[in-house]
């Protein structure tokens, strides 16, 4: 214990930021700011041991946490054992000179204690080379500042001692007040060392302490171990009348003594109710435990209280209403910790977040307004839209109609998706999209169970979770690119969601309990028909959607994608304008699809193309007082090619904005022939395509059906010196080499009717092979519709004859030469028309399907029937053919 030490007039303080040193107590501190290094060496390390500091607490203006924080030793009865030590890590910039800095105002405490090392160590951190030292100071007895100076980079103090001589305190000691102060203490101090020696099996030491040390020396011992705030710290520090602070300090462990007993009660409370399985939980029920001794157990900062009033406000139904309080009930028996609490939490969220009651506010259907809305956001299409119409009527007539599922066919980019919206609209409901490409687990759709780790609902359960309400209009997008493995077929999940007698009850594997789907409006997709099983087309209404004439996108682009595409790029038609005639120059040479998306992709282009000249016409015209010369690229470009310039005379009056817009006004982009070639490049697509691929016998034109619309398939047919072999290229499928031998075997049958060979002559294919080649060999192709266009191209080889090659043909060929009808006539059709085609020749039976072709393209092409492979060849040839004459059913 520390001897009473006379104290010097002045000396070194060492702050202590929000943290008090009391005089018998021990505290290890680390120096590495350079003021407080400069200190250490100067005060405690030159003097070693006859060094004495103050520590002298200081506060902050925002009372922040303090620099230095400090760490005690977990068992009082060790610390007071070990003289009350504590440690303290002091950060290397509290002490940096930082009470000159103006920006930082530090509050200094007028009183405080002198301290002495009792060790010190050095060291050098690398790399910085930096000198820092550990000191372990004590405590010896309290002094008062009169006056704070500096001296060099840290504070002096001229001091007073506040502690009481030997004779003062003799006379204290006989005093009964004193006495019985000090009776109580010891007997508190006595009960607390009993108290921890049955805790700890400790307290010997701690007993000498209370023998041997002076009672008030005592109290600032056992008060410098405990846990109190800086307030009472600074109460202790400043209690000089040794019977004030023996009264503090007798509080202050009857109040640790109180907790202690506290804890005591709470651990065994809690451990009665704990099996040894649930051991791990104890610090969980210990804080349990002390909210309910603190009357601080507030229900509405309770989570799991709040949950449970979330799924009362859920309006569930009864019987889900009793399986989600059953779950509710076994997740408060669960602690946080325990495996299964968050999979369990995060079910309930689910079951209260859905909307088992709540509805979108349907408005009042307005067939007259549906119909302009749908003209509005959508040209042609006319027979997709009348049938929108009739089942926005049918909803009106029966809002609870159990109307059918809508399936729009057709190719990319031609308003499928934007559809469904527009319906969605009309109905007055929130739309979600549900997108099916590329699923193949059927867990995407009927969810996981809950029993594998990351389950998680289905895409159904959790789009009507996001949007809301229980009737949106729900897309399922993509419903042709759903694959199957061994983790199921989502196809064959789907059928009992659209199927409206089974999505009543509707149970998502994860859920669990069964969910009505019956009020949602469900809207398909697909580019083609043929990947959907037939169970589910069956529960479908199919519409199809198939391209847009070359008018249509004219007039697509001239009302909706100009304007858009303008928009999107910050530009007007102040600064662009693109004539209809350059659009349908874009339509004609630089995109042949069936939807507009890359017809916009190209408008995009030459809007990118204005935005850069735009932006550097802004950046060359300066509007500053100094500008003595205008300076313009369009000008200068018009000077340069010696063409007449209108100058138009601007006021001096004119601001900035004004002369801005009138620039703006005279000078806007019209896109031409010359800008089309340098922004697109060179045209991708002529006229003469056709006329120059057929140049030569043994070429035809075929029209085929792909996911994306109809296209024009060129066959090649050529012949060399071999044994008699077909050869077949083009990455073909079965059903196409099948085609191509039926057109083979069709030919050398009709070989001497066809004048193909002599009399004397039995063998078509004597002493050569032949080859037939599909160009576009990487793209995959299979179907029966290419057998007459294989039949012509055979025939104009072997008579050395061109096929007509404004004429396109299609159609599924027999043995005995009957033309057999094919699907996709629209499309094809269509293609045709794009290609500049002018004659197609069509199989008979598939007249019927014209009537859902544009009058428009109908009216530039001249259909020819065909119900017999003679009358193909009748058509195909300008000469017509040599078999027509023996053709005969």
């Given at each position: 214990?520390?001897?009473?030490?006379?104290?010097?007039?002045?000396?070194?303080i060492?702050?202590?930021?929000?943290?008090?040193?009391?005089?018998?107590?021990?505290?290890r501190?680390r120096c590495?700011?350079s003021?407080?290094?400069?200190l250490?060496?100067?005060?405690?390390?030159?003097?070693?041991?006859?060094?004495?500091?103050?520590?002298?607490?200081?506060?902050?203006a925002?009372?922040?946490?303090?620099?230095?924080?400090?760490?005690?030793?977990?068992?009082?009865?060790?610390?007071?054992?070990?003289?009350?030590?504590?440690?303290?890590?002091e950060?290397?910039?509290?002490?940096?000179?930082g009470?000159?800095?103006?920006q930082?105002?530090?509050?200094?405490?007028n009183?405080?204690v002198?301290?002495?090392a009792?060790?010190?160590?050095?060291?050098?951190e690398?790399?910085?080379?930096?000198?820092t030292?550990?000191?372990v100071?004590?405590?010896?007895?309290?002094?008062?500042?009169?006056?704070?100076s500096?001296?060099?980079?840290?504070y002096?103090?001229?001091?007073?001692?506040?502690d009481?001589?030997?004779?003062?305190?003799?006379?204290?000691?006989?005093?009964?007040?004193?006495?019985?102060?000090?009776?109580?203490?010891?007997?508190?101090?006595?009960?607390l060392?009993?108290v921890?020696?049955?805790?700890?099996?400790?307290?010997?030491?701690t007993?000498?302490?209370?023998?041997?040390?002076?009672?008030?020396k005592?109290?600032?011992i056992?008060?410098?171990?405990?846990?109190?705030?800086?307030?009472?710290?600074?109460?202790?520090?400043?209690?000089v009348?040794?019977?004030?602070?023996?009264?503090?300090?007798?509080?202050?462990?009857?109040?640790?003594?109180?907790?202690i007993?506290v804890?005591?009660?709470?651990?065994?409370?809690?451990?009665?109710?704990?099996?040894?399985?649930?051991?791990?939980?104890l610090l969980?029920q210990?804080?349990?435990a002390?909210?309910?001794?603190?009357?601080?157990?507030?229900?509405?900062?309770?989570?799991?209280?709040?949950?449970?009033?979330k799924?009362q406000?859920?309006?569930m139904?009864?019987?889900?209403?009793?399986?989600?309080?059953?779950?509710?009930?076994?997740?408060?028996?669960?602690?946080p910790?325990?495996?299964?609490?968050?999979?369990?939490?995060?079910?309930?969220e689910?079951?209260?977040?859905?909307?088992?009651?709540?509805?979108?506010?349907?408005?009042?259907?307005?067939?007259?307004?549906?119909?302009?809305?749908?003209?509005?956001e959508?040209?042609?299409?006319?027979?997709?839209?009348?049938?929108?119409?009739?089942?926005?009527?049918v909803?009106?007539?029966?809002p609870?109609?159990?109307?059918p599922?809508?399936?729009?066919?057709?190719?990319?980019?031609?308003?499928?998706?934007?559809?469904?919206?527009?319906?969605?609209?009309?109905?007055?409901?929130?739309?979600?999209r549900?997108?099916?490409?590329?699923?193949?687990?059927?867990?995407d759709?009927r969810?996981?169970?809950?029993?594998?780790?990351g389950?998680m609902?289905?895409?159904l359960?959790?789009?009507?979770?996001?949007?809301?309400v229980?009737?949106?209009?729900?897309?399922?997008?993509?419903?042709?690119?759903?694959?199957?493995?061994?983790?199921?077929?989502?196809?064959?999940?789907?059928?009992?969601?659209?199927d409206?007698?089974?999505?009543k009850?509707?149970?998502?594997?994860?859920?669990?309990?069964?969910?009505?789907?019956?009020?949602?409006?469900?809207?398909?997709?697909?580019?083609?028909?043929?990947?959907?099983?037939?169970?589910?087309?069956?529960?479908?209404?199919i519409?199809?959607?198939?391209?847009?004439?070359?008018?249509?996108?004219?007039?697509?682009?001239?009302?909706?994608?100009?304007?858009?595409?303008?928009?999107?790029?910050g530009?007007?038609?102040?600064?662009?304008?693109?004539?209809?005639?350059?659009?349908?120059?874009?339509?004609?040479?630089?995109t042949r699809?069936?939807?507009?998306?890359?017809?916009?992709r190209?408008?995009?282009?030459?809007?990118?193309?204005?935005?850069?000249?735009?932006?550097?016409q802004?950046n060359?015209?300066?509007?500053s007082?100094?500008?003595q010369?205008?300076?313009?690229?369009?000008?200068?470009?018009?000077?340069?090619?010696?063409?007449?310039?209108?100058?138009?005379?601007?006021?001096?009056?004119?601001?900035?904005?004004?002369?801005?817009?009138?620039?703006r006004?005279?000078?806007?982009?019209?896109?031409?022939?010359?800008?089309?070639?340098?922004?697109?490049?060179?045209?991708?697509?002529?006229?003469?395509?056709t006329a120059?691929r057929?140049?030569?016998?043994?070429?035809?034109?075929?029209?085929v059906?792909?996911a994306?619309?109809?296209?024009?398939?060129?066959?090649e047919?050529?012949?060399?010196?071999?044994?008699?072999?077909?050869?077949?290229t083009?990455?073909?499928?079965?059903?196409?080499k099948?085609?191509?031998?039926?057109a083979?075997?069709w030919v050398?049958?009709?070989?001497?009717?066809l004048?193909?060979?002599?009399?004397?002559e039995?063998?078509?294919?004597?002493?050569?092979?032949?080859?037939?080649?599909?160009?576009?060999?990487?793209?995959?192709?299979?179907?029966?519709?290419?057998?007459?266009?294989?039949?012509?191209?055979?025939?104009?080889?072997?008579?050395?004859?061109?096929?007509?090659?404004?004429?396109?043909?299609?159609g599924?060929?027999?043995?005995?030469g009957?033309?057999?009808?094919?699907?996709?006539?629209?499309?094809?059709?269509?293609?045709?028309?794009?290609?500049?085609?002018?004659?197609?020749?069509?199989?008979?039976?598939?007249?019927?399907?014209l009537?859902?072709?544009p009058?428009?393209?109908?009216?530039?092409?001249?259909?020819l029937?065909?119900?017999?492979?003679?009358?193909?060849?009748?058509?195909?040839f300008?000469g017509g053919?040599?078999?027509?004459?023996?053709?005969?059913?």
């Amino acid at each position: 214990m520390a001897e009473s030490v006379e104290l010097p007039g002045r000396l070194a303080i060492l702050p202590f930021r929000n943290k008090v040193l009391l005089p018998g107590a021990i505290i290890r501190i680390r120096c590495t700011s350079s003021s407080s290094v400069k200190l250490v060496e100067q005060e405690l390390w030159q003097r070693e041991e006859k060094g004495l500091i103050g520590i002298l607490p200081v506060r902050d203006a925002a009372a922040e946490s303090s620099t230095a924080g400090s760490l005690s030793s977990p068992g009082i009865g060790t610390n007071l054992g070990e003289r009350s030590s504590k440690t303290q890590d002091e950060i290397s910039e509290s002490h940096k000179h930082g009470a000159k800095n103006n920006q930082e105002v530090i509050h200094w405490h007028n009183s405080g204690v002198a301290a002495r090392a009792l060790h010190l160590s050095r060291g050098v951190e690398k790399p910085s080379g930096r000198v820092t030292y550990i000191v372990v100071l004590e405590g010896l007895c309290r002094f008062s500042v009169q006056e704070l100076s500096t001296r060099g980079t840290y504070y002096t103090a001229k001091i007073t001692s506040l502690d009481m001589t030997k004779l003062e305190m003799d006379q204290v000691e006989q005093e009964p007040d004193f006495i019985a102060l000090s009776r109580q203490f010891k007997a508190t101090a006595m009960e607390l060392i009993s108290v921890l020696e049955q805790k700890q099996k400790t307290g010997g030491r701690t007993k000498v302490l209370l023998e041997t040390v002076p009672v008030h020396k005592l109290a600032d011992i056992f008060v410098a171990s405990f846990e109190i705030s800086f307030e009472e710290q600074l109460s202790m520090l400043d209690s000089v009348d040794v019977k004030v602070r023996l009264s503090k300090a007798t509080e202050l462990v009857d109040r640790h003594l109180q907790s202690i007993r506290v804890a005591e009660k709470i651990t065994q409370k809690v451990e009665g109710q704990l099996s040894k399985s649930q051991k791990e939980f104890l610090l969980r029920q210990q804080m349990r435990a002390i909210k309910e001794e603190l009357g601080d157990n507030d229900d509405e900062e309770d989570d799991v209280a709040a949950l449970e009033r979330k799924m009362q406000d859920a309006s569930m139904p009864a019987n889900i209403w009793k399986h989600a309080q059953r779950e509710l009930r076994r997740l408060k028996k669960m602690q946080p910790q325990q495996p299964g609490y968050n999979s369990s939490r995060v079910y309930l969220e689910l079951l209260a977040e859905l909307p088992w009651q709540k509805a979108s506010e349907e408005l009042e259907l307005d067939l007259k307004a549906a119909k302009e809305c749908l003209d509005i956001e959508h040209y042609g299409l006319e027979k997709v839209k009348q049938r929108i119409i009739e089942y926005l009527a049918v909803r009106k007539l029966k809002p609870d109609a159990r109307g059918p599922v809508l399936c729009f066919v057709g190719p990319p980019g031609v308003g499928k998706t934007s559809l469904a919206s527009s319906i969605a609209a009309a109905l007055g409901r929130k739309f979600v999209r549900i997108s099916l490409g590329g699923v193949k687990d059927e867990a995407d759709i009927r969810g996981h169970r809950r029993t594998y780790i990351g389950s998680m609902p289905g895409r159904l359960i959790d789009g009507l979770k996001k949007v809301g309400v229980y009737n949106p209009v729900m897309l399922l997008d993509e419903i042709d690119k759903t694959g199957s493995d061994v983790r199921g077929d989502p196809a064959s999940a789907l059928l009992e969601v659209l199927d409206p007698e089974q999505n009543k009850t509707f149970n998502d594997h994860y859920l669990n309990v069964p969910f009505d789907l019956s009020k949602v409006v469900f809207v398909a997709t697909a580019n083609k028909m043929q990947p959907i099983p037939p169970a589910l087309l069956d529960r479908m209404e199919i519409i199809e959607l198939p391209g847009y004439t070359p008018d249509e996108k004219l007039r697509i682009a001239m009302q909706h994608l100009i304007p858009r595409v303008l928009d999107q790029h910050g530009l007007s038609f102040d600064f662009l304008q693109v004539p209809e005639a350059m659009v349908q120059l874009v339509i004609q040479r630089y995109t042949r699809e069936a939807g507009v998306r890359n017809l916009e992709r190209n408008l995009a282009a030459l809007a990118r193309a204005a935005a850069v000249r735009v932006a550097e016409q802004h950046n060359s015209v300066p509007l500053s007082k100094d500008v003595q010369r205008l300076a313009s690229p369009l000008l200068d470009g018009r000077l340069a090619g010696e063409a007449e310039v209108e100058m138009e005379v601007i006021p001096m009056g004119m601001n900035k904005h004004e002369i801005s817009n009138t620039f703006r006004v005279t000078l806007p982009f019209i896109v031409d022939e010359a800008m089309l070639e340098k922004v697109l490049g060179p045209p991708r697509y002529d006229d003469r395509e056709t006329a120059d691929r057929v140049a030569t016998p043994g070429i035809s034109v075929g029209l085929v059906w792909t996911a994306f619309g109809g296209e024009v398939q060129f066959v090649e047919a050529t012949a060399m010196v071999g044994k008699g072999d077909l050869h077949l290229t083009g990455q073909l499928g079965d059903v196409i080499k099948e085609s191509a031998q039926i057109a083979m075997t069709w030919v050398r049958a009709r070989a001497t009717e066809l004048k193909l060979v002599t009399a004397e002559e039995s063998n078509l294919l004597e002493g050569r092979d032949i080859h037939i080649h599909f160009p576009a060999g990487a793209v995959p192709k299979d179907g029966p519709s290419a057998g007459v266009t294989l039949v012509t191209s055979l025939v104009s080889l072997f008579s050395h004859r061109r096929v007509r090659s404004d004429t396109a043909m299609t159609g599924e060929i027999t043995l005995r030469g009957l033309v057999l009808p094919v699907g996709g006539v629209k499309d094809k059709v269509l293609a045709a028309h794009r290609y500049g085609i002018k004659r197609v020749i069509l199989p008979e039976r598939n007249l019927k399907d014209l009537v859902e072709v544009p009058a428009a393209v109908l009216s530039g092409l001249k259909i020819l029937p065909a119900k017999r492979m003679e009358d193909v060849l009748e058509h195909a040839f300008e000469g017509g053919c040599p078999l027509k004459k023996y053709s005969k059913l």
